[in-house]
């Protein structure tokens, strides 16, 4: 190991890994704030539920990195040229939301039919069985899954470093070839990785935890 | 009562005109008349898949009949008459509607995420918008009528199925309903705990209030009810005072439903 280049490189590599985790929370808030209306249309009747169908289908189908290439490259013909890190954000939001929005429909049809009707019957509309009744009980079936994707979203921000978005694999990239030490940089980086997507982890297998205990009172009432 | 009445009767809080209702190939309401006097106490019976709380959901609009329609105080249940024409209710509509009617339901259906005095306070101060200052101690009250004022910030999951069943009640009463439906309401519960809850709908009757009770507790209805249903096969078969409709019915198929029923219940007690 040349730890004295390494040691050099660390404020960049710090900078860099500073860059991955604004990446990957702008794209998760976009995935998150996107992927409730998606839910809920997808759930409803009618176009907008065809529609939502159609963009969840299509961004599963799609890979990540086409979606990349053609929100940093393909727009530009339109005259819409966007910096290599919002491409980035944007793309895995727009990706994500379609992966979080089925997380929330399957936390949402989680809860009881019963639940429903009995808001129904106090007089609540709609939007009101929703927020005060349905979504408060989705959300601790939600949190986990909505974790692991997390977890997954900081891994996937490395794909950003092929249209050269600012970002921790990028630099790697750059500095590995730049001393010719491969090995030094990609291990040092993975490990990078891991120590910032380890607290995501342990907070995820605790919200898991959780969210079983409350299965099993469930069960018990 | 299978001629419906030709002259309309205004009086009636709750009326069924012909209902009709099936599920695909299945009809599970054929031509159901029924009405409900304000302050009348109407126990349905009848055994399992006789459409009973099929037509309870009808009345509350959480079914949609096929054939026939539900009126509620002369209004429409689940349509209104715009410009000459019947068209769906809106969402707004169909809250407003249900504003007035109160449900209990076999499982309980407590919001698990809030303690009894939340679920009690709900209603009102997310529907009605009443201040938390005001509906607190309309939800205290409530709890105490309920004999459950010591369990007000419990969770559901450490109240028994009787306590739940209470405190479901409590909520809906808490909406000031005009009519109180019963759906199975100790029908989950185990035998000592069904007891608790009968005692507060025995209550809500004496005070006046108009139910629809779909029961399996012949006691219950014969005490408490001012009429009875019985129902088979999607149709009301026969309908009187309790005392004549249990101690004579008429009707050959509620003979043998009482006979299987009292057989049941005199074998549960023998020693």
Request: net charge neutral.
């Amino acid at each position: 190991m040349s730890w004295n280049i390494l040691a050099d490189s660390m404020p960049q590599l710090l900078q860099a890994a500073l860059s991955t985790l604004q990446m990957t929370g702008l794209a998760f808030l976009i995935a998150a704030v996107l992927g409730l209306p998606l839910a809920l249309a997808r759930m409803g009747p009618g176009l907008p539920g065809v529609l939502a169908l159609g963009y969840i289908e299509t961004m599963r189908g799609v890979p990540q990195l086409a979606l990349l290439f053609l929100i940093y490259f393909g727009l530009v013909p339109l005259g819409i040229a966007l910096r290599a890190f919002d491409a980035a954000v944007i793309g895995l939001g727009l990706s994500g939301a379609a992966y979080l929005a089925e997380v929330y429909r399957a936390g949402v049809q989680g809860v009881e039919p019963g639940q429903i009707e009995a808001a129904q019957m106090i007089g609540m509309r709609r939007r009101a069985v929703l927020r005060h009744v349905v979504l408060p009980q989705a959300w601790p079936a939600v949190l986990p899954p909505m974790g692991n994707y997390l977890v997954a979203l900081l891994k996937d921000t490395s794909i950003a470093s092929i249209i050269s978005a600012p970002e921790l694999m990028l630099r790697a990239r750059d500095l590995s070839s730049e001393y010719f030490l491969p090995m030094d940089y990609y291990l040092l980086v993975g490990g990078m990785y891991l120590v910032m997507a380890w607290p995501l982890m342990q907070g995820t297998r605790m919200l898991e935890r959780r969210a079983a205990r409350g299965r099993l009172q469930g069960e018990v009432r | 009562m299978s001629d419906p009445p030709l002259v309309p009767r205004p009086e009636a809080l709750v009326r069924a005109v012909r209902v009709g209702k099936r599920f695909g190939e299945t009809e599970v309401l054929r031509d159901v008349d029924l009405s409900v006097q304000p302050g009348e106490v109407l126990a349905i019976i009848g055994p399992s898949g006789s459409g009973k709380t099929t037509l309870l959901r009808c009345i509350a609009h959480l079914e949609h009949p096929t054939s026939g329609h539900v009126e509620i105080a002369g209004e429409r249940v689940g349509a209104v008459l715009d410009r000459g024409h019947l068209r769906p209710m809106s969402d707004r509509e169909i809250a407003r509607l249900r504003q007035g009617i109160g449900m209990v339901f076999q499982r309980f259906n407590l919001f698990p995420h809030l303690t009894a005095i939340e679920n009690v306070m709900l209603g009102p101060v997310q529907v009605l918008r009443r201040h938390r200052s005001e509906a607190e101690p309309l939800a205290r009250e409530l709890l105490r009528k309920v004999g459950l004022a010591h369990k007000a910030d419990s969770y559901p999951e450490r109240l028994s199925g009787g306590q739940q069943q209470r405190v479901a009640i409590a909520r809906s009463l808490a909406m000031q309903p005009r009519l109180m439906l019963f759906d199975e309401a100790t029908s989950a519960l185990d035998p000592e705990l069904i007891g608790e809850v009968l005692a507060v709908m025995r209550d809500l009757a004496r005070d006046g209030m108009t139910m629809l009770v779909v029961t399996h507790e012949m006691g219950f209805a014969e005490d408490v009810a001012d009429r009875v249903v019985f129902m088979d096969h999607g149709r009301v078969v026969e309908e009187g005072p309790p005392r004549e409709l249990f101690r004579a019915p008429s009707h050959a198929r509620t003979q043998a439903f009482l006979r299987a029923v009292i057989d049941r219940q005199a074998m549960a007690e023998a020693p």
